[in-house]
């Protein structure tokens, strides 16, 4: 009796989920691209029976074009198997809205290789590197973003290159060099892709690969030892491995410190507000499908594969199934402005939702005057 008292709770909550998140979708979006696949309406089911006239839109939309005819159809079979998996993390994650993206023509594991980066073993922290001090948390502000207080870039994109990790570096030390100078600079990615190689793998279990992946707190040792990071238009990003061509005289922000933040998520919002934007990690499984919301999934797993920038958090999240809002993190991505909301990525704030907080790194600028 028990067990079906369980199941029947389960399958009551399930439903009120479908019911929100139908009604949250008419809301936020008319895009058909959308609509054709996180509705739970008859019409949606149907509208996936001409998946050929949707990924028509989708290739329209972002420009796809395919070599061959082969390739083509290749892609479509993709495609359809990917809009699939948005209507399972629709189900999965009611609080987000899941559909066709940038990467809906792309597998899992090719979307992993060219997209993500973040090295997977659990590496040994640099020297240099400290477990930042405790901080008061009593008085923090409610609702914080850094992109309302100048320190944060427009959104970058990374390409089909694994360098995710240099993204979440820079961002971090762009916010830093703001609050140290009072200038925003946008800074070389490009540079910590084609120079920062060397280390000694048997002390740091892995070093940083360009392409092939990396770890913030890595690129953040290479800044302290060749000095700091040229801007972006002096050393402009590529998104492929190249020649290192570094050039010291064009330092435009250095790192003087950088600190490992504990897992505790209120210690994180409080260095966030003191510090400027965290490089973070996470377990971006739901991110290849995520259109907007706040992302809180039943399950995600803790193994970090994606480094992006938390820029701030809010208090007022949406949330179809328990009566309170749900608090977020709002992060900044790599992938464009034409992923997720406007480039950036909200996730469940209070729980390490998807390794959010297993992964967490300040910097501290010294005072550079860019050039």
């Known amino acids: 009796m028990a067990s079906f008292s369980l199941l029947f709770l389960s399958l009551t909550l399930l439903s009120s989920a479908l019911a929100s998140t139908e009604s949250f979708i008419e809301q936020v979006s008319d895009d058909p691209l959308i609509r054709q696949v996180v509705s739970d309406s008859v019409e949606a089911v149907d509208q996936l029976l001409h998946a050929e006239h949707h990924f028509s839109l989708f290739k329209a939309k972002y ?43 792309l597998t899992p594991d090719e979307f992993e290789k060219s997209y993500l980066g973040l090295h997977k073993r659990r590496l040994k922290l640099p020297v240099d590197a400290h477990k930042a001090p405790d901080l008061p948390t009593n008085n923090l502000p409610t609702d914080f973003d850094w ?20 993204f979440s570096t820079t961002g971090s030390l762009e916010g830093a060099h703001y609050l140290a100078t009072g200038e925003l600079v946008s800074l070389s990615e490009q540079q910590l892709v084609d120079c920062d190689h060397e280390c000694d ?22 800044a302290l030892k060749v000095g700091g990071v040229q801007k972006e238009k002096d050393y402009p990003y590529t998104g492929t491995n190249g020649v290192c061509k570094f050039d010291k005289s064009k330092i435009a922000a ?13 210690q994180i919002a409080a260095n966030l507000v003191k510090y400027g934007p965290l490089a973070v990690g996470i377990n971006a499984a739901w991110m290849q499908t995520y259109i907007g919301g706040v992302s809180c999934p039943y399950i995600c797993g803790k193994h970090l594969d994606h480094g992006v920038l938390l820029v701030g958090y809010g208090a007022a999240g949406y949330a179809p199934i328990r009566l309170k809002e749900k608090p977020y ?43």
């Not at 074009?65 to 189900?91: C, G, M």
């Not at 992109?147 to 240099?166: I, Y």
């Not at 250095?254 to 209120?266: K, L, P, Q, T």
Request: glycine residues 10%.
């Open 329 to 371: 993190w709002i992060i900044k991505n790599s992938w464009g402005e034409n992923w997720g909301e406007n480039g950036y990525y909200k996730i469940c704030r209070g729980h390490n939702v998807c390794g959010v907080a297993s992964m967490v790194s300040t910097v501290t600028a010294a005072h550079v005057t860019p050039q």
């Open 254 to 266: 250095s790192v003087s410190n950088f600190s490992v933040v504990s897992i505790d998520e209120d």
């Open 201 to 222: 793998p048997e002390e740091y279990g892995s070093c940083d690969a360009g392409c092939d992946g990396g770890l913030m707190n890595n690129a953040f040792e290479y």
């Open 63 to 105: 420009g796809k074009t395919y070599d061959t005819q082969e390739e083509h159809d290749y892609r479509f079979s993709v495609f359809k198997s990917n809009l699939r998996r948005a209507k399972r993390n629709q189900l999965l994650d009611p609080s987000a809205v899941h559909g066709v993206t940038r990467f809906s023509d």
């Open 147 to 166: 992109r309302d207080h100048g320190a944060v870039t427009a959104v970058k994109d990374q390409g089909s290159c694994g360098s995710c990790w240099s």
